[in-house]
């Protein structure tokens, strides 16, 4: 079977952050002076080219991807490759300088997270009193802007602590017409916490996890009716009906189809560690090898192989890589 070339590229620039969010865990890994710098991250952009002309998506995050020295030059530099760039962002750190070099750095995409217009809500599980001032000061700086073609998102978390909170979000962005979409996410394993499968029976992570099954279908179900009606939801009809059934029982949910994370993703951590799954083990590191080889390497088509027989109701795959 011949191997496709990756579409997306996750490369995670920092895990730094300003915010302490119950629903990741990266902040607290103290990776410092090893983390790539911005000139390895040019370079790894430059080799994603000799992977030929087809136009590829470069998605930086974090920890809090703007608080990056010298992530604007970045955006700047994959964007004259010919790049689609996203940020996710917590919006924390988005003034009015910031937000209009944002636009002129020809970014396509910035995602804001939001969890809920509740500030006792959104600021408890980001970490961080003022959040929700700030996510909403950014959205007016940005507002303020010709953005040009730049599109701005909300990305949300369905959770147990912002449930109730999920449809009167919708229906704000619904109305604010400098959004152009809200996508949700079923919350997972908080990134970097090391949990295992059943991470959310443990104490401290319960309240992440919707115990009602039928609450939890009602939202859904209400959100469904509103993708249908054209409001922004970005997610497709089956992904919503799909987070239902991992809900109810995240064990028993059984994908559709296998993982397709092998045919189009290049992922990269904040020291340089590529992946085809954050899950199994690295192929290697962008600091010193070549991503072309590695993609096409005897030990990335042994681990493709491990992906291919993967049973795991992976969060992964019903969240970002999600495919109908």
Not at 7 to 32: F, P
Not at 151 to 166: E, H, P, T
Not at 225 to 245: D, M, R, S, T, W
Request: charged share 30%; net charge positive.
């Amino acid at each position: 079977m011949p191997i496709k070339n990756p579409k997306t590229c996750l490369l995670t620039v920092t895990n730094n952050c300003v915010l302490r969010c119950k629903m990741c865990h990266l902040w607290r890994a103290d990776t410092g002076n090893n983390e790539i710098s911005i000139g390895e991250c040019k370079r790894f952009v430059d080799s994603l080219g000799k992977f030929g002309p087809d136009p590829m998506e470069v998605h930086l995050i974090g920890g809090e991807s703007l608080i990056k020295e010298g992530v604007l030059e970045l955006i700047r530099y994959i964007n004259d490759k010919g790049y689609r760039t996203v940020i996710t962002s917590s919006g924390y750190t988005i003034d009015g300088s910031k937000a209009k070099a944002l636009v002129d750095s020809g970014l396509a995409m910035l995602n804001l997270s939001l969890e809920s217009l509740n500030p006792n809500v959104h600021d408890f599980l980001r970490g961080r009193e003022g959040c929700l001032d700030r996510v909403k000061t950014a959205i007016d700086n940005l507002d303020r802007i010709e953005r040009k073609k730049m599109k701005l998102g909300i990305n949300s978390i369905i959770s147990g602590a912002n449930l109730d909170d999920i449809l009167e979000l919708t229906e704000w962005v619904q109305k604010r017409l400098c959004l152009d979409s809200i996508y949700f996410m079923a919350v997972m394993r908080p990134f970097g916490s090391g949990f295992e499968w059943e991470w959310f029976k443990k104490e401290e992570c319960k309240f992440l996890w919707p115990s009602e099954t039928l609450r939890v279908e009602t939202v859904l179900d209400k959100l469904i009716a509103l993708k249908k009606k054209g409001y922004k939801i970005e997610n497709p009809v089956g992904q919503l009906e799909a987070f239902k059934a991992y809900f109810k029982d995240p064990f028993k949910f059984v994908k559709a189809n296998r993982c397709n994370v092998s045919e189009q993703a290049i992922n990269v951590n904040a020291l340089g560690d590529a992946y085809l799954c954050f899950f199994m083990e690295k192929l290697g590191n962008i600091k010193t090898d070549n991503i072309v080889e590695l993609w096409h390497s005897q030990k990335a088509e042994r681990i493709r192989g491990q992906m291919r027989e993967c049973r795991n109701n992976c969060e992964l795959v019903i969240n970002c890589y999600y495919k109908d």
